[in-house]
């Protein structure tokens, strides 16, 4: 049986689930993740494209080669596509 991971943005305006098993799930540590969440670390899920079902209306802009979508009320629970 699959699993189901749900999730959502803070303000719940933007809301994910995922059908299968997640491929991985990871912690980065570099500059950029660090600048770019105000933390010392960003945490990532990876999942195939046709098993993430989003439900909201994202910002969408491109971000380091990946396509990034951001929640339009909040900017913030950045999801995005393409190879990490």
Not at 5 to 21: D, E, K, P, R, Y
Not at 50 to 78: G, M, P, Y
Request: proline share 1%.
């Amino acid at each position: 049986m699959d699993a189901v991971t749900q999730g959502s943005c803070l303000c719940g305006a933007v809301n994910c689930q995922v059908s299968t098993q997640l491929n991985a799930v990871t912690h980065c540590h570099c500059k950029k993740c660090q600048k770019s969440h105000g933390a010392a670390f960003a945490t990532y899920a990876s999942a195939p494209i046709s098993a993430v079902n989003i439900n909201a209306s994202l910002d969408t802009r491109f971000v380091a080669h990946k396509q990034a979508h951001s929640c339009l009320e909040s900017k913030a629970a950045w999801f995005c596509e393409g190879s990490v």
